[in-house]
């Protein structure tokens, strides 16, 4: 992948890559990163599942090792997501004969985002979705007690019991090694990659330890 490109104030960024699986892990940390650097209030894995769907849709529909452009743009308490390819073929929600692997993407972005769409260029098409900033508060303190609430839960499904005090956390880290196995078994045979889920899931925890 070729380097950034930079432009202030408007907090611009631009990488060129080819659609290749290895590529798109690449592109989603380089966007991650660039969101550090630049400080702005997004939630970053929601950056970082945006810019994987609209990747790996270029991969998918245009061609392995097409030549593609990733775009990062900051303004008005917004990014904007937005990948360049050589395809004029627009994509849409409701194309016929779309299966469930060829709209899911589109389906998360319109999900996830503020806004998404297409455009056609002198040279094929941009697909974007923008994302606003993200809100402040007990967002980190919450995870933590949606966590505790779905361990003891998991433990009582399980038949174990729920212990207190150190013999307690050790139940629980073990509930947890557990659950996050039985999460990678599900995202499998849904047909996501596991290591995938793993990398987003470190990303957005180290994120907020960060911001924390």
């Given at each position: 992948m070729a380097d950034y490109d930079i432009t202030e104030p408007r907090l611009r960024s631009v990488l060129p890559f080819e659609a290749a699986p290895a590529e798109v892990r690449l592109l989603r940390r380089a966007a991650v990163a660039q969101l550090g650097q630049w400080g702005v209030p997004v939630a970053v894995d929601e950056v970082a599942l945006a810019v994987s769907e609209l990747a790996t849709n270029v991969l998918q529909h245009v061609g392995e090792g097409a030549t593609a452009t990733l775009i990062l743009e900051w303004r008005d308490e917004r990014l904007r997501v937005e990948v360049h390819d050589t395809s004029r073929k627009v994509p849409s929600l409701t194309a016929a004969g779309c299966g469930d692997e060829?709209?899911?993407?589109?389906?998360?972005?319109?999900?996830?985002?503020?806004?998404?769409?297409?455009?056609?260029?002198?040279?094929?098409?941009?697909?974007?979705?923008?994302?606003?900033?993200?809100?402040?508060?007990?967002?980190?303190?919450?995870?933590?007690?949606?966590?505790?609430?779905?361990?003891?839960?998991?433990?009582?499904?399980?038949?174990?019991?729920?212990?207190?005090?150190?013999?307690?956390?050790?139940?629980?880290?073990?509930?947890?090694?557990?659950?996050?196995?039985?999460?990678?078994?599900?995202?499998?045979?849904?047909?996501?990659?596991?290591?995938?889920?793993?990398?987003?899931?470190?990303?957005?925890?180290?994120?907020?330890?960060?911001?924390?």
């Open positions: 060829c709209g899911r993407g589109l389906h998360l972005l319109a999900s996830l985002a503020a806004d998404w769409g297409t455009v056609l260029t002198g040279v094929g098409k941009a697909v974007w979705c923008e994302i606003a900033a993200a809100a402040s508060g007990r967002a980190g303190w919450l995870r933590v007690e949606r966590a505790a609430g779905a361990l003891e839960g998991y433990r009582s499904a399980e038949g174990g019991v729920l212990l207190h005090g150190r013999r307690g956390d050790v139940c629980l880290r073990e509930s947890a090694i557990e659950l996050i196995a039985d999460l990678l078994h599900w995202t499998a045979a849904r047909g996501f990659d596991p290591e995938d889920v793993l990398d987003l899931a470190q990303m957005h925890y180290e994120a907020e330890a960060d911001a924390a």
